[in-house]
């Protein structure tokens, strides 16, 4: 007999860092998820990726308590940032973009760079190959203030 779904949600969650304190815990709690066997199963699964890279999660919870997690690849920003070497600024001492993209460029990255990234981006994209994997990449480069050279 197969499992009664009981939801899904999102998570956005950082490498390795999952621990049941705000807004990982009250999340799952307040569904009925074992918190703990959550944080090992991810932690487990995101431990050879960069540490504290934010990895976009969907957590499928059924009726049993049980659940399973579709964990996807970090941010095309989160890879941009880093290969352009963006400094941490603000409040949540976090990396950023142009205050005015298409006005202000703050860093640039290379094309071999932006096609690294839609190779590592390509299973999350839809795109069918990294030609057009690296138009969406590129996209996300613009929008963002980094200008792509070469």
Do not use: H, W
Request: glycine share 8%.
């Amino acid at each position: 007999m197969a499992k009664k779904l009981a939801g899904t949600m999102k998570l956005q969650i950082p490498a390795g860092q999952a621990n049941p304190s705000p807004p990982v815990g009250p999340a799952l709690g307040q569904r009925g998820i074992n918190i703990m066997e959550f944080c090992k199963a991810f932690n487990a699964k995101t431990q050879e990726m960069d540490p504290g890279a934010p990895c976009p999660t969907v957590i499928t919870y059924y009726q049993d308590k049980s659940f399973t997690m579709d964990i996807k690849t970090p941010p095309a920003s989160y890879y941009l940032k880093k290969a352009a070497g963006l400094k941490p600024v603000g409040k949540r001492n976090r990396p950023r973009g142009a205050e005015n993209p298409g006005r202000e460029i703050v860093a640039s990255v290379t094309a071999a760079q932006v096609r690294e990234i839609a190779e590592a981006k390509m299973k999350d994209l839809s795109a069918n190959d990294v030609e057009a994997a690296m138009q969406i990449i590129l996209g996300s480069a613009r929008s963002m203030g980094i200008e792509v050279k070469g």
